[in-house]
């Protein structure tokens, strides 16, 4: 700690220091059907990815690329301090939007919301993944640029130098016995010494990215937990979905019959009311024609 902030105190005054900003929102859970405080933490969270993340995983290639290049001692002294609290926040920051896109995943509320929710927090996610995986790009390819120059420093020291020793020197950015006696065979003894420095300060560079490209593959593991469940959860939502459209298709046939035998039903009724309409008219015919039979009779 005492070191970062000593770090944070030399680049108080540097003109290129970059200062990662809160980012807005309280990150808390916004569960059931309020949907504005869900799109106010997603709209928090993206502004940090583009605003934040983004441009300071280019400053950390820049600062990376001066380090490489620097020939100023006190320059590149400040340039790693810089490095190394940049770097610092940086952590801070993805470990900070990783725990809030987690948040956002895991709200609930109604089935359809629910899947809304998951939706946008997967595309967030993607950006999310896609910004890091750009850094993961940039320490990378920074590890190989570093690992190039200490080989080169080393073969000032010892031209002749084997793979294997090479390797050696790459592994444990001492080289030991072999610089030792590289060192007291060589006619150069200055340059050498410079270069044996140089080796010793490119392997701790070396070891910086190797944690950070750890820490970066162990969030992308736990983004990749997250995926599983997030497609098992999506998956659960349609199911439900599709049983329900299931459901809402049985009843709308269910209605349909039912209109279907209500008016069977009711052609039905209005059919027997004129068969009993008929039936009364003819019984009333023939009772009329018999009255009148009988009154003519007497």
């Known amino acids: 700690m ?11 005054g540097n003109a ?15 569960n059931g059907d309020d949907m504005s405080g869900f799109y106010n933490e997603v709209g928090a969270v993206r502004d940090a990815i583009r605003s934040q ?4 995983v280019t400053r950390i290639g ?5 380090t490489l290049n620097s020939t100023d001692e006190a320059a590149l002294q400040r340039d790693k301090a810089n490095l190394d609290a940049i770097m610092e926040e940086t952590r801070k920051l993805t470990t900070e939007l990783n725990k ?15 899947l809304v929710r998951r939706q946008q927090a997967a595309a967030l996610k993607s950006e999310f993944k896609e910004a890091v995986e750009n850094y993961q790009r940039v320490e990378q390819q920074y590890r190989q640029r570093y690992r190039e120059r200490m080989e080169r420093q080393f073969k000032i020291v010892k031209p002749d130098a084997t793979p294997e020793e090479v390797q050696a020197v790459l592994e444990d950015g001492q080289g030991g ?26 392997h701790e560079e070396v070891q910086r990215i190797e944690k950070t490209l ?14 599983e469940e997030q497609e098992e959860g999506i998956n659960v939502i349609n199911t439900n979905a599709a049983d329900a459209n299931r459901d809402t298709e049985k009843a709308v046939q269910q209605v349909d019959k039912a209109v279907i035998s209500a008016k069977r039903a009711r052609r039905m009724r209005w059919i027997c009311f004129f068969i009993i309409l008929i039936i009364l008219v003819i019984i009333a015919i023939v009772v009329a024609i018999e009255v009148t039979n009988n009154q003519k009779k007497s």
């Open 16 to 30: 290129d220091t970059i200062e990662l900003g809160n980012i807005p929102g309280n990150g808390a859970a916004q």
């Open 53 to 56: 993340l983004v441009p300071t």
């Open 100 to 114: 809030r896109i987690k948040a956002l995943e895991r709200q609930g509320g109604s089935e359809g919301l629910a």
């Open 214 to 227: 750890t820490e970066l593959a162990q969030l992308f593991n736990d983004m990749s937990i997250l995926v």
């Open 2 to 12: 005492d070191r970062l902030a000593a770090s944070r105190a030399q680049r108080a």
């Open 177 to 202: 016995q072999i610089f030792a006696q590289a060192l007291r065979n060589t006619t150069r003894y200055g340059e050498s010494r410079a270069a044996y420095r140089e080796v010793q300060e490119r």
């Open 62 to 66: 820049d600062l990376h690329s001066r």
